[in-house]
């Protein structure tokens, strides 16, 4: 379960060695009070030590509890298909209509042509029709007197032709 830093032994004791520790200032633990799995050993620099020498119980496994699914993933779910049914359904219409599209856009390209050919054209042709005929008339001027007295007098008026 854990892997330690180091391992964990227990030093053979020179002859000469007390068969003891002395004693800590505080309390002594009896053997009785020790709990399951801890037992006293000895640290690589000599110290020994409570530790626990085998790995605790695991705890129950925890049971999961199912949770609801959100609003928002159930109407992913629903519409991801639909969406790329259309897009898909629109990729097959575009490759079916594609030659009508092309044709389409050329045949527009042609009105746009003959538009502006009409647009200079028509002018042109109609100055040349009034060349060829020798005919210019020039421009008529119109004159207009209007004369009333009073506010609601009646007007009386002349249009001359030059």
Known sequence: MHDTAYEITTQPRPADHPAYLPAPE????????????????????????????QPTAPAAPLVPVSQPIPAWA???????????????????????????????SQALWSAVALIAAAAIGVPLL??????????????????QNITASG???KANGAINHR
Do not use: C, N
């Open 74 to 104: 159930k109407t992913t779910a629903l519409l991801t298909p639909t969406i790329g049914g259309g897009i898909a359904a629109a990729g097959i219409g575009l490759s079916y209509a594609a030659p009508g599209l092309i044709a389409m």
């Open 151 to 153: 506010m609601f007098g």
């Open 26 to 53: 505080g309390r002594v633990m009896l053997p009785s009070e020790i709990p399951p799995g801890v037992q006293m050993v000895t640290l690589p620099g000599g110290i020994r030590t409570l530790a626990y020498t």
């Open 126 to 143: 109609l100055r040349l029709g009034r060349a060829a005929t020798g005919t210019s008339r020039g421009t008529t001027h119109i004159t």
